[in-house]
């Protein structure tokens, strides 16, 4: 098995390019020189103030980096990926803190052996240098019933402790004061997390196997397994899992929650999960907590603290009274926080009523009139031509599309036929063109049935119960044929239904001149046009639609589309031929 693959240039420089990228993206943070240490670049806002300082191994990005602004982090120290920061990059950094005026410096470790050895090494160095320093370990993992004497690991729960204490810090608090109050608020959060892949530090093998349809339950953000393996299940299922095991009472790593409870809820992407997965377990460990009686506060969703390229989710729960959602909804510059609102989540509407509809006209009465009985057959011939070229359009569009666009249009036709069964035709051809629009776009679907409806919405204007002479037909299937191209982007010569239907649009264009005894030579020109227009379609490169993805060496047949216009024209042709 060969190491994952990974968008970088190297290794070893992996992590020193990562941290000149986050910086140079963001105007508010700098680089301490010689070290693995991005800075806040406004030092001189730290004066009199408490210093935040925190860090750990690289890989779980955007902490820590990306935490640091004013109302949060002062700086971070990074070490390599999943690897403590060494003891002299942390001191450098609370030495810098020191002398930018800092009236105190507080570590924010997360409770890994080797950060509570570096920095706390590096704390103690501090103190011989004069500096005032305190630590506050973050230990919130809900994993383990019965935690080793290593204790409970620090997880996406510290960035809740980054806001928090930044937002103190902000006030003016003293060190004591911020240790005393993060250090109670930590004994009401907790975090667990799931995982259905495992994660690869760059240039070695997956940090564990996790074979397809498995998921992990309580993983560390180290690549490290978890307490459980189980089948993957809905999202509804796995959340009401994790929020059972972390307020299981028999735990003694469990979150004490009862109903009535005020929670903030974090839901944290560790890596690979994509946006909408994200939102969906956004949504089922909101409603399963409101189930429970609890009341969320604050709901955070996205990548916090992730763990490489893991395809997985912690979620972290934290108690909170009006006092912590105050500190909580104070903003930040941090780049990586995100611009919550501060309106409680539980409670509060979310749904918006939809505007008032007019009634679908396909649902609308009608009274009929001279033209009715004409459309009437017109439209059954072009019904049951698009029934009879179901198969043959399909087999077009294997070619360079899904296969379906025989499906679709027979989709159309049978819809028109089953409203013609139960409605009179109306007398108003504008009327009728409307009825179409309407059942096209909402039986047919996909971009065939928008470009269809836009082109009888479109025409539907230029022709009325008194106005329906050839002139205004041609002036409709003109101005269809124009709302086409404006909206699909398409012109003649793209190999697209506009290459049949433009032309015979241009030959009927001569009926707005053309005398009444010279009206079906003209119709049956443009419907001769639109089948040469269709055919042509086989020798053009495709520019828009799906063929267009398609090398052209491969799409050799007519373009179903256009097939499809050209026999439509043909059989109003042939329907209005046999009612002379």
Known sequence: MEPQKKLINSVDSCV????????????????????RVVLRSDLDDLRGKVALLSGGGSGHEPAHGGYIGAGMLSAAVAGGVFASPPPASILAAILCLHNAGASGVLLIVKNYTGDRLNFGLAAEQARNHGVAVDMVIVAEDCAFDHPSKAGRRGLCGTI???KLAGALAEEGCSLDKIVSKVTEVLKGIGTLGVSLSPCSVPGCLPSFDLPPGDMELGLGIHGEPGIKRSKVASADEV??????????????????????DSVVVCVNNLGALSCLEIAVVTRAAIICLESRGMVV???????????????????????????????FDVKTSAPAWPNLSSVCVSGRSYITDAPAMSTRPQDD?????????????????????????????????????????????AQAARAIQEWLRGHVVP????QLLSVLAGLVEEKMGGSSGAL????????????????????AWASAMHAGTQAMRRYGGADPGDRTMLDALCPAVDELMKLTTAPLSGQMAVLQAAVQRAAVGAESTRNLTAKAGRASYIAAERVTQPDPGAVAVAAILRAVLESLEGQK
């Open 16 to 35: 020193d390019e990562a941290l000149c990228g986050l910086t140079r993206a963001s105007g508010g943070l700098s680089l301490l020189k010689g070290h």
């Open 160 to 162: 809740l402790i980054h």
């Open 239 to 260: 959340v009401k899992t994790m929020i059972d095991h972390m307020t299981n009472a028999d735990s003694q790593s469990h979150l004490p929650l009862k109903p009535g």
């Open 297 to 327: 506060a604050r709901a955070m969703s996205g990548s916090f603290m992730t763990s490489l390229e893991m395809a997985g989710v912690s979620l972290t729960l934290m108690k909170a009274n009006q006092e912590i959602l105050k500190l």
């Open 365 to 409: 009465t009608h009274t009929e009139g001279p033209l009715s009985a004409v459309m009437r057959k017109a439209l059954e011939r072009v019904c049951s031509t698009l029934m009879e070229k179901q198969e043959e359009l399909n087999s077009l569009d294997r070619a360079a599309g899904d296969g379906d666009c025989g499906n679709t249009h």
């Open 427 to 430: 007398g108003c051809p504008g």
């Open 452 to 471: 269809y409806s836009l082109f009888l919405t479109a025409a539907a204007g230029h022709v009325t119960e008194g106005r329906s002479d050839a002139a």
